[in-house]
C-alpha cells in the first residue's frame, strides 16, 4: 500500500499517529462500529447463501468492504442525504433500512426496496455512476434551501471511469456543491483491475477538478471515519466537495455470478485477509478497552439472530399481484396503463377486478 | 389575444410559471446572458437570478442527471437541451432513471421534469441539428411527449408540462420559432394530451405534429381547391396519443395519412396506423399510410426538401389513398 494513505489503526490493530487526522471516537463508538461491522458480514453471508438456495436471483457480497461503509457510515448526520451504489449494505445498515428491505431487490419482489426519504437514502443504483449527477443535484437543491447537509455519494472504481462520473466531478466543482464523492477502490470492476480504470490513483483525480482528494485505509473504519466526517462538514460549512478513496478490497465475488478465481490470484486474497477490517478493531478492543470474549461472543449472537430473522423474512417475501406492474409508472392518467389493467384482467393474471 | 412568436410565447410561459412557483429551476446551456441560442429564455436569467436560471456546464447528461437529484430534493426543472442532435449524451439519464424512479421508488420520487427540445429540419443546418429524436422516448414507459405547433399551444403547453408530476419530452419545431400567431393569455383551451382538430374535413384524416402542422394545413387549402377535402389534426400529444381523437376522425372520412419527420421503422406513425386499422378497420376504404422520411440519416440541408415530406409529397399520399377504392 501506498504511503499516501489515511491509517489510524494498522492492520494488528496498533494505533498509528497520521499529521492530519487523528481519532476521536470512545471506545463505545469503536465497539459499536465492530458490532456494525460483524452483523453486516454476517447479513451478507446469509444473503450468499441464500442466493445459492435459489431463494434471491443475484447477490453482490460486500465483504471485506465494512471498513469503509461502517465508518463511512457512522460519520453521516442523519440529516444527509446518500446515494449508493449496489453494494453499500453496511452503509444501508448505518442509515437504518431494514435488511429484508436491502434483499427485496435481489429477491427481484420490487425495483426498489424501501421508502428513501424515511432514510434520507436512495435506492441501490445498478448503472455505473448514474447516481453521481443526482447526488450533485441534491446538493444543489439544498445549497439553494440554505439547508446546511451533506450529500454523499457512493461509487466504485469501475463506475470511476463513467462519463457521469467526471461530469460530476465537473459540475460539483463549477457550483461548489455540498457533496462528498466516495469511491470504493476495491480493486476490481468485476474482473477489470482498477489500475485499468486509472494508471494514477484514483483520489489524485481531485486535485485537476479544483477540489480535496484523500485515500484513505478503507479497511480502517476509524481513518474512514475521520477522513468522511471531516470532508462532510467541509460540505456543510459551504466550503465545496471532497472526493475520498476508500482503498479496500472485494474478499467476495463481484456478485453471486461471477467466479474471482479465473481472474485474481490467492496469494492477493490472502495478503487482503491479513487487512481484516475487523479483525483490527477487534484486536484494539481486546487490547486497549479490554473488551472480553463473552462482549465478541454477545454480538456475534445478535449477528446470527438477525440474519436468521432475515431468512425467515426473506422466504416469506412473495411477488405482489401482477396488477402492481401498472403502479408508478406515470403520476397522472395514462391511456396505456388503463389498457394494459383491463387487458391483464381480462386475461385473468391478476387477482384484481377493477 | 396578442400577437407573438412561438419563441416569444415560450418565453412567456417559462416568465409565467417561474414567477408562480419559486421551486422552478431553468437549466442548460447558454441559457443565461445569451438566452439560449434560439433566446428562448431570453431575460429570464435577468429577472429569476443566477441560482434559478443556470448556465450549466456543457455536459448534457448531467444536466438531465442533476435535475434527477434536484426532483428528489423537491425542485422541478426545465433543461434546455441545446439542439436535437445533442440529446443522446443524455439518452441513459432519461430512459434509466427520469423515466423509472418514480416506478422505482413505489411512488415516493416525482420526477417533475422538462426537457425542452428544439427539434425538426427544415431551418438549413449542418450535422446534428435538424433531427427528430420522439420516437425514442415515446417507446420508453415512463415517459410523455408532447410537440406544439403554434405560438398559443407553445404559451400554454410549456405551462401544462411544467405543472405535469411526469416526466415529459417538450419538442419545440424550431422551423417555427419565429413565426407569429394569435396567443389569448386567458383561455388555455385543450388539455396536454389532446390532440386538436385543425381543419375539418369529410375525406381523408391527415395526422402531424410540430412543424408539419402547417404543411399539413397548406396541403389541405391545395386539395380543397381540387374537391378533397382533408380534416387536420395536430397531435401535440405524441406520447401517449390521443387515439380517441384520430379514430374518430378516421371512422367518418375512412382514409388516414400520418405525417413524420423520420423513418417510418419502429416510429409514432407506425403506432398510430397500427393502432387504427386495430380500432376503425370496417370504417377504412383505404389502407392508412404514413407519409415520413427515407430510411438514412437526415441528410445534408441541402436535400432537406427531398427528404422531409413536402406539401406536394403529403398531396401524393393523399392521392393514394383516395385512388385505393377509385
Known sequence: ?354 | MTQMTMAKALNEGLRRALASDPKLLVMGEDIGKLGGVFRITEGLQAEFGEQRIIDTPLAESSIIGTAVGLAIRGYKSVCEIQFDGFIYPAFDQIVSQVAKLRKRSEGAFTMGIVIRLPFQGGIGAIEHHSESPESYFAHTPGLRVVSCSTPHDAYWMIQQAIASPDPIIFCEPKSRYWEKGEVDLEETGLGLYDAAVRRHGTDVTVVGYGSAVKRLERAADTAALEGISLEVIDLRSVAPVDIDTIVQSVKKTGRLVVVQEYTHVASVGADIVSEVHRRAFYDMVAPGIIVGAYHVPYPISRLEDEYRPSVERILDGVDRVMGFDA
Not at chain 1, 47 to 71: H, M
Not at chain 1, 88 to 106: K, N, Q
Not at chain 1, 277 to 283: D, F
Not at chain 1, 302 to 314: G, K, P
Open chain 1, 1 to 354: 500500500m501506498s504511503d499516501e494513505l489515511v491509517q489510524l489503526l494498522t492492520p494488528e490493530g496498533e494505533r498509528v499517529t497520521h499529521p492530519d487526522y487523528a481519532t476521536s471516537l470512545s471506545g463505545d463508538d469503536i465497539f459499536q462500529m465492530y458490532r456494525d461491522m460483524s452483523i453486516v458480514r454476517r447479513m451478507c453471508d446469509e444473503a450468499t447463501s441464500l442466493q445459492r438456495q435459489g431463494q434471491l436471483a443475484l447477490w453482490a457480497p460486500s465483504q471485506g468492504q465494512e471498513g469503509a461503509q461502517i465508518g463511512a457510515g457512522h460519520a453521516l448526520e442523519p440529516s444527509d442525504f446518500v446515494f449508493p451504489s449496489y453494494r453499500e449494505h453496511g452503509v444501508a445498515w448505518c442509515r437504518g433500512v431494514p435488511p429484508a428491505d436491502m434483499l427485496r431487490l435481489f429477491r427481484a419482489v420490487s425495483n426498489g426496496g424501501w421508502n428513501p426519504y424515511t432514510y434520507n437514502y436512495a435506492l441501490p443504483m445498478i448503472v455505473l455512476a448514474d447516481q453521481m449527477p443526482h447526488a450533485v443535484g441534491y446538493a444543489m437543491g439544498a445549497q439553494r434551501d440554505d439547508d446546511p447537509i451533506a450529500t454523499m455519494v457512493f461509487f466504485g472504481d469501475g463506475a470511476s471511469s463513467q462519463g457521469d462520473a467526471l461530469e460530476s466531478f465537473v459540475w460539483a466543482s463549477s457550483f461548489n456543491a455540498p457533496v462528498v464523492f466516495f469511491c470504493q477502490n476495491n480493486q476490481f470492476g468485476i474482473s477489470t483491475p482498477s489500475t485499468v480504470q486509472s494508471p494514477v490513483p484514483l483520489y489524485r483525480r481531485a486535485e485537476g477538478f479544483g477540489f480535496p482528494g484523500v485515500r484513505v485505509d478503507g479497511n480502517d473504519a476509524l481513518a474512514v471515519y475521520e477522513v468522511t466526517k471531516r470532508a462532510l462538514e467541509r460540505a456543510r460549512a459551504g466550503e465545496g466537495p471532497t472526493l475520498i478513496e476508500a482503498y479496500t478490497y472485494r474478499m467476495g465475488a463481484h456478485t453471486t455470478s461471477d467466479d474471482p478465481t479465473r481472474y485474481r490470484v490467492d496469494t492477493d486474497v490472502e495478503m487482503w485477509k491479513h487487512r481484516d477490517p475487523i479483525e483490527r478493531v477487534k484486536a484494539l478492543l481486546s487490547r486497549e478497552y479490554n473488551v472480553h470474549a463473552a462482549a465478541f461472543e454477545e454480538v456475534e449472537g445478535e449477528a446470527n439472530q438477525i440474519a436468521w430473522q432475515l431468512r425467515n423474512d426473506v422466504l416469506a417475501m412473495v411477488a405482489p399481484d401482477a396488477i402492481t406492474m401498472f403502479d408508478n409508472v406515470y403520476a397522472d392518467a395514462h391511456p396505456l396503463i388503463t389498457e394494459g389493467r383491463k387487458d391483464l384482467i381480462e386475461l385473468g393474471m391478476t387477482e384484481a377486478t377493477s
